[in-house]
């Protein structure tokens, strides 16, 4: 398949300006995407725009990736019902580094390869642009009328907006037009892709681009991602799902995509993964024969976070799953940091125990009776002792009358207690 070919197979493409698919079956063909830098990393709403420069640099293409260190200054109002905070140029320099480390685990940035992929910053081009040439070379080309076609000036304009919408933001269009303008010239950039949302901002690049230097632009875009109960994707709960370690572990990553539905995990296969289509079709087809194995979701999992983090970190997070959910071992629940201990036992009850008094040693009956509420009586927790019912990191109790010392701690600071199966009780050391 050819590029635009791959993304319409995937589901990628929501609009495509004429032409477009002809310029890159032509020849190789440099296009960019816009980056927000509004943290220090991405979030796996970002990630279909990276996996769309993937596909685009491995048919053979050029990608450049424009971080918003002026745009970022501003705010975008498409799709937005509020005016974003705005950043200070010293904190855009952190974050636009934090991104580049993160997209260069998979977009080629280094090699002598003449599509290997750049990342500018359009602060670089507009800094020192003044508002009356800004005006002058920019905003006298582009009509209001053309600007206020826009959906999405209309609907900031509408009645149902309560916040109106500033002059800074009804120029953003103007400033990312000129981004394409500039990349155009210096670069030799054609295309622009974004989210669907972007579609008005970039056919202004273009009619920017025809009206300045008479020359041709291109623009696609992506559907926006939703899941399939209509929430946005790439959240849950607990905020954004990033692609930062630090910030959304590797095993809370891993379980995101294989908490997946059936019907999103057919989707999500294709977006977020490289695997070639044939290989996809056979694995949506054998996940349908028997949809409780969860094999389709079993595979976007490993795919997305080998991708992003790892292999060594998706053994990890499949070992830590295994932990909850199968026959774990004693050594694996060691080998789990803080952070992936914690993500694997969210919600099991944990109560807190006195580093003194573990250091005096405690025994079992008491541990699971009076230093914590896990058992309603001693009574109740030797019966569960002498049923061989009670686990102590993943190991059978076999004395009765064991002490619990500080020897038990796992990462020094954690102890597992379970009784049966499925119940846990997560003690912290203080």
């Known amino acids: 398949m050819n590029f635009v070919e791959e993304l319409r197979w995937r589901g990628m493409i929501h609009n495509i300006m004429p032409g477009t698919e002809e310029q890159l079956a032509k020849e190789q063909t440099t296009a960019y995407v816009g980056i927000d830098p509004t943290a220090d990393s991405l979030h796996i709403g970002h990630l279909v725009s990276v996996m769309m420069m ?3 640099q491995m048919a053979g293409h050029k990608p450049i ?15 937005k019902s509020l005016e974003r905070n705005l950043l200070d140029e010293d904190t855009i320099q952190k974050n636009m580094a934090g991104i580049k480390a993160q997209l260069s685990k998979f977009i080629d940035f280094n ?4 599509n290997a992929a750049i990342m500018v910053n359009n602060y670089d081009w507009m800094k020192n642009f003044s508002f009356l040439d800004f005006i002058r070379e920019v905003g006298k080309h582009i009509t209001v009328n053309y600007m206020m076609s826009k959906d999405s ?3 900031r304009l509408s009645a149902d907006s309560t916040n109106g919408m500033s002059f800074t933001e009804f120029t953003y269009q103007l400033v990312q037009g000129y981004d394409f303008l500039y990349l155009r010239r210096n670069y030799n950039c054609l295309l622009q892709m974004g989210g669907s949302d972007q579609w008005g901002n970039i056919t202004t690049g273009g009619e920017l681009i025809r009206r300045k230097d008479g020359g041709e632009a291109y623009g696609l875009t992506w559907p926006l991602m939703t899941k399939s109960d209509g929430k946005k ?3 849950t709960e607990s905020g954004n799902v990033w692609l930062d370690p630090q910030r959304t572990s590797p095993y809370k990553f891993y379980q995101f995509w294989l908490n997946s539905t059936d019907e999103d995990a057919a989707r999500y296969i294709k977006i977020f993964t490289i695997l070639p289509p044939a290989e996809i079709d056979a ?5 349908q024969e028997a949809p409780h194995l969860r094999k389709l979701q079993k595979v976007l999992a490993k795919e997305v976070t080998c991708l992003i983090h790892g292999e060594d970190a998706y053994d990890s997070a499949l070992e ?3 932990i909850l959910f199968g026959n774990a071992t004693s050594d694996a629940l060691k080998r789990l940091d803080e952070d992936t201990l914690l993500s694997v036992f969210e919600g099991v009850p944990q109560f807190d125990v006195a580093r003194t008094d573990l250091e005096a040693g405690i025994h079992i009956v008491d541990l699971m009776a009076e230093k914590t509420s896990m058992m309603s009586s001693k009574g109740e927790a030797r019966r569960a002792l002498k049923g061989n019912a009670i686990s102590i990191n993943k190991e059978k109790v076999q004395d009765q009358e064991l002490v619990v010392t500080p020897e038990y701690l796992i990462d020094g600071k954690f102890i597992l207690l379970q009784s049966g199966k499925k119940n846990y009780f997560l003690i912290t050391v203080k």
């Open 65 to 79: 990736f424009v971080i918003g260190g002026a745009t970022g200054m501003i705010g975008d109002p498409s799709g």
């Open 111 to 114: 090699s002598n390869e003449p």
């Open 320 to 322: 830590a799953s295994q």
């Open 283 to 287: 694995l949506i087809a054998e996940h």
């Open 233 to 235: 994707f790439g959240k």
């Open 54 to 56: 993937k596909h685009l």
């Open 153 to 155: 000036v209309k609907k």
